[in-house]
């Protein structure tokens, strides 16, 4: 599975039949003066309250940062997850932001599909990879829960992202957190993958299982983020879905998108960031 490098669970902190809104955890960090885009990895949230759940990081010091796992109003939030990237100030590879729904209409205001073209404060120099993770969500409870993140018209300058539902879905709120790198570094790779990879939507499972190659071979095994970019999830039973990975190579890795108990798992999918450093 994952290491704990660059990963918080609520469970760190408490017990997950110990439910809780509010959930921190005191994280080291590499060096003062870095940014760390944040996306969600795991949750277990009970279906009598709407979705709410929020990842965000602040009190930084010298040598660490408080990273936050948080609900709000009437949710119980059992247990989430999530993960990010450290990124230097000047860093020359990476460009990220955030964009929310409410940045376009209010969170009353539900809407079907949501998009924005995100301008690079820095022109590369061919259009780069970009990396999408979930960082918030509030989602009805009266319907299945169901968001995606995803890019296109991808350009040197920019790029179009999207958040956007489906069917019956009530999505009032949902945040994406973007991460662009040069797509011809031998350093870094990504890509996404989905339980449609290995399943149709409507055969629903438990567990999801795959392989994901890097299409090129690191020095050694890198440094590999991966962040939820979409759930199809029933209302019938609790949400619960977790994004893990094992057996990394330098070539590749075994990814599992998985619920438990006796919740519907329709389709889930995530995107991945491997990094080596030089």
């Known amino acids: 599975m994952t290491t704990d490098a660059n990963n918080f669970n609520t469970m760190a902190v408490r017990a997950w039949d110990h439910p809780q809104l509010l959930n921190s955890e005191d994280v080291p960090v590499e060096r003062h003066g870095q940014n760390f885009p944040m996306g969600i990895t795991w949750l277990d949230i009970d279906r009598n309250a709407n979705v709410r759940i929020k990842s965000y990081w602040d009190s930084p010091t010298n040598t660490s940062i408080k990273v936050h796992l948080d609900a709000w109003a009437d949710t119980i939030l059992y247990s989430a997850g999530s993960t990010w990237l450290e990124v230097a100030e000047n860093d020359r590879d990476f460009q990220h932001g955030v964009f929310s729904t409410n940045d376009d209409h209010p969170w009353n205001h539900p809407q079907m599909q949501t998009s924005r073209f995100i301008t690079f404060a820095k022109p590369f120099a061919e259009p780069p990879k970009i990396v999408l993770w979930l960082k918030e969500l509030d ?17 040197r300058t920019g790029f179009m992202l999207h958040i956007d539902t489906w069917g019956d879905t009530i999505l009032y709120t949902g945040t994406a957190t973007w991460i662009a790198h040069p797509a011809n570094r031998t350093n870094i790779a990504s890509g996404t993958y989905n339980t449609m990879d290995v399943r149709p939507w409507d055969q629903p499972r438990v567990n999801n299982e795959g392989h994901m190659s890097y299409g090129r071979t690191f020095e050694k095994n890198p440094l590999l983020l991966t962040a939820l970019n979409w759930i199809d999830i029933g209302d019938n039973a609790n949400l619960r879905i977790r994004a893990l990975t094992s057996n990394p190579t330098r070539t590749g890795f075994t990814w599992n998108l998985d619920s438990w108990g006796d919740t519907t798992l329709f389709s889930a999918g995530a995107s991945y960031l491997a990094v080596q450093d030089f």
């Not at 989602?139 to 993140?149: G, L, Q």
């Open 139 to 155: 989602i009805d409870k009266t319907h299945n829960w169901r968001v995606k993140t995803y890019a296109d018209g991808i350009t």
